[in-house]
């Protein structure tokens, strides 16, 4: 993809610094993404020496990586250092508080925050081991020789790198809905973002000889519903794109584009018109199957911007192709990153030349393209992939389906969440019906939540007696449907800050981060405004 989107990578040798450095701080945060710059910045404010490693090049994760409209759920919980981040966004537009925003901007507010802050950034930074002490980190060591002492760590990244080279307890995919005693984990074959009328999935149709279509898996997984496996949901890129014509940069053709990767978005658009009524609006009109969810104010011309995300059967999610990134080296995650790419460019540039596909798609999609004045470093495409899951810390108490229908309340909160169990698709699969095999998607799972539910604290820290100096504000502890609820930036960014604020308690008391006294934490975060309860 280096020809349509030059500098666009994951992981890159260029990247990664050649002068050793050896860095002390009492507290180390390793990742860039929200999560980690609020805990960063937080830990600066309350006076702790801090340092912020990042594994890339670019800081703000998915809030400065195209995810401008912002899943909130209940906006009321929303508190501390995230509210105020929402209400930096309203200054920049000239209102009281923005939820719907262009990367650029927040790109300028989180750098501002790392400035005023004064926190050391050090970006290229993959980690590649951890020397502990004892049941301490002492040392983590990045690609390239920098070395980073500190005495308390946070592991920020969306994978958890970090918590798996400290050997913490986590774990990868679905549990079975017997390991929680919970109803929508495991496999899920459902209605929502599904193929509503029958798709053949065969390379010819009808012909069983001929193969499966790419991404299609040869199990009827609808007999095994609710079990347990290794399948994360799929990942995407949020895509800022503008019907100005003045920015828009047209699709182009990817040069690995194949084919046989959109023959099953071909056949669906091409089924009957009135499976589309239930999908949002697009050009003049017509139903289309995506999600164009429309970033700030118009132009005086009239013209958007976009956070553009997955929606329907066959969309920007590429289903299926993301299970090895978790625990893939960060080789195998830049080929993963690149085929996301190719996989979603081809998508949009299909869906807008095709001319197997119905006219008022193409005409839908081939009104918008990138913004020329977004991620201008990156050929306009955002530079962070949406990694919706990876690993999750396993600690003394995993968040499951019943702390969001309110069945069961941690005695121990310290921030809060109330965004809807969402889980997308994982795979799909053939299935048989009335004689006629159809292709169906698997995995989504979109369920409200009873009402804002409090996060234990223990879904930050490893359980007793692991790792004492680690804090984990992204990769929690919770089952995949809850994890499915929590994995909203607003309640990262929260995370952050309890993470900073965590560390500031264990090194004052000179205790492992288990032990921090949980009444001096909730008062330090009720200070800092932070809704509880």
């Known amino acids: 993809m280096a020809e349509n989107f030059p500098g666009l990578h994951y992981f890159a040798d260029s990247w990664i610094p050649t002068q050793p450095e050896t860095i002390h701080a009492q507290v180390i945060v390793y990742g860039g993404t929200a999560a980690g710059v609020f805990a960063a910045v937080a830990a600066r404010r309350l006076g702790l020496s801090t340092c912020l490693l990042h594994p890339g090049k670019y800081v703000g994760g998915m809030t400065t990586g195209g995810l401008g409209w912002t899943d909130y759920g209940n906006k009321s919980i929303i508190s501390g250092m995230a509210r105020g981040f929402y209400r930096d966004l309203g200054r920049a537009y000239k209102c009281e508080e923005m939820w719907s925003f262009e990367p650029s901007v927040a ?205 329907g059967p066959v969309s920007s999610d590429f289903i299926g192709a993301g299970h090895d990134w978790p625990r893939g080296n960060y080789v195998e995650r830049e080929r993963i990153f690149q085929k996301h790419v ?79 169990m969402d889980s997308h698709n994982c795979c799909r699969l053939s299935k048989m019906d009335g004689g006629q095999a159809r292709v169906l998607n698997e995995g989504d799972v979109q369920v409200p939540c009873a009402g804002p539910y409090g996060i234990s604290y223990r879904c930050l820290v490893p359980g007793k007696g692991e790792c004492e100096n680690l804090l984990v504000p992204v990769c929690v502890s919770a089952s995949h449907v809850a994890y499915g609820s929590v994995r909203m930036e607003p309640v990262f960014m929260a995370l952050g800050e309890v993470a900073a604020n965590a560390a500031h308690c264990a090194l004052s008391a000179r205790c492992a981060v288990q032990a921090v006294d949980y009444s001096r934490l909730r008062s330090l975060l009720v200070t800092a405004g932070m809704v509880l309860a």
Not at 370 to 378: M, P, Q, V, Y
Not at 380 to 390: K, S, T
């Open 342 to 420: 190719s996989y979603q460019a081809g998508f949009y540039w299909h869906m807008a030349h095709c001319p197997e596909i119905p006219q008022r798609y193409r005409d839908a999609y081939g009104r918008w393209g990138l913004a020329r004045d977004e991620f201008t470093t990156t050929g306009h495409w955002p530079h962070q992939l949406y990694v919706r899951e990876a690993r999750r810390l396993v600690g003394d108490y995993v968040l499951t389906e019943h702390d969001c229908r309110l069945t069961r309340r941690c005695p121990d909160p310290v921030a809060m969440g109330s965004y809807a």
């Open 107 to 311: 790109t300028a507010i989180i750098q501002r925050m790392l400035e005023e802050a004064k926190v050391p950034v050090r970006t290229g930074a993959y980690i590649e081991s951890v020397t502990m002490d004892g049941r301490r980190i002492a040392m983590i060591t990045m690609l390239g020789g920098l070395q980073a002492h500190g005495d308390v760590f946070i592991d920020a990244t969306y994978e958890g790198d970090l918590l798996a080279l400290a050997k913490v307890s986590h774990t990868v995919g679905r549990e079975d809905n017997a390991t929680y005693g919970e109803t929508l984990n495991g496999i899920q074959v459902r209605a929502l973002h599904q193929f509503s009328h029958p798709v053949d999935p065969y390379v010819r149709p009808g012909d069983v000889g001929s193969g499966l279509l790419p991404g299609i898996v040869d199990e009827d997984l609808s007999r095994r519903q609710g079990q347990g496996d290794d399948r994360v949901q799929a990942y995407c890129f949020r895509v800022c794109m503008t019907d100005d014509p003045a920015l828009r940069v047209r699709w182009s053709k990817p040069g690995d584009f194949n084919p046989a990767d959109y023959v099953l978005a071909t056949r669906w658009f091409q089924g009957p018109k009135d499976a589309y009524n239930d999908q949002l609006a697009g050009s003049g009109g017509e139903a289309v199957p995506a999600k164009f969810d429309i970033l700030a104010p118009p132009t005086a011309a009239g013209f958007h911007k976009t956070d553009t995300n997955n929606h």
